[in-house]
């Protein structure tokens, strides 16, 4: 069994995801401030334009390492868990039996800090577009992808698709045999759930 693990992101998500934000504001916030060059513009179109823009910008440069200090990770022996939030806490819990695939992600920023992302999906949420969990801000992003691959690989040790086969279909085959396959196969279903 496997001593769980607790861990937070590195200390440089904080000014990572500030910076992001500044570089947003500068691309598409201070481009329309250009207005105020206009000749018929009241002048004090600049000043409640950029007053307006620091209404959110100043509270979420100040929330952002709040917000990344209360981001936890946490390698359990049968599953990971994400723990986040200021006002809302979240959870997001993902048992090692379900992990299909983990992406390694690594932006222009995270690669000057030194950084990656860990974005694990699974095979219950195939239909849904982004990561059933994200591990962000990881310094060792590889040593922990490698210890979350290693449980879920050892999660899925034993199981074993279901062998039960359906009767052939033709002429001869009688309803009996139809409904004996299919609760055969249900019973096989229930078993595995059961076991997980």
Not at 39 to 58: E, K, V
Not at 78 to 107: A, C, F, K, Q, W
Not at 132 to 141: Q, R
Not at 155 to 165: D, F, I, K, S, Y
Request: net charge neutral; hydrophobic share 45%.
């Amino acid at each position: 069994m496997v001593e769980p693990r607790e861990f937070r992101p590195s200390e440089k998500l904080a000014p990572k995801m500030n910076l992001s934000v500044l570089l947003w504001f500068a691309l598409l916030v201070l481009p329309w401030a250009l207005l105020a060059l206009i000749p018929d513009m009241p002048s004090a179109f600049i000043w409640i334009y950029l007053g307006a823009n620091a209404l959110w910008l100043i509270p979420t440069l100040i929330l952002v390492p709040h917000y990344c200090r209360s981001i936890t990770y946490e390698i359990g022996a049968e599953e990971l868990v994400v723990r986040r939030g200021i006002i809302t806490r979240s959870e997001d819990t993902v048992p090692y039996s379900m992990v299909t695939n983990i992406i390694v992600r690594r932006g222009p920023l995270d690669r000057w800090l030194g950084m990656g992302s860990l974005h694990v999906h699974t095979a219950g949420y195939s239909q849904q577009q982004g990561a059933e969990a994200k591990l962000v801000g990881l310094v060792e992003y590889e040593a922990i992808r490698d210890a979350v691959l290693q449980a879920a690989r050892r999660a899925h040790v034993g199981t074993q698709p279901l062998t039960t086969e359906m009767p052939a279909a033709g002429a001869e085959t009688n309803l009996a045999e139809i409904g004996n396959a299919i609760l055969a196969e249900l019973r096989a279903v229930r078993s595995r759930l059961e076991r997980s």
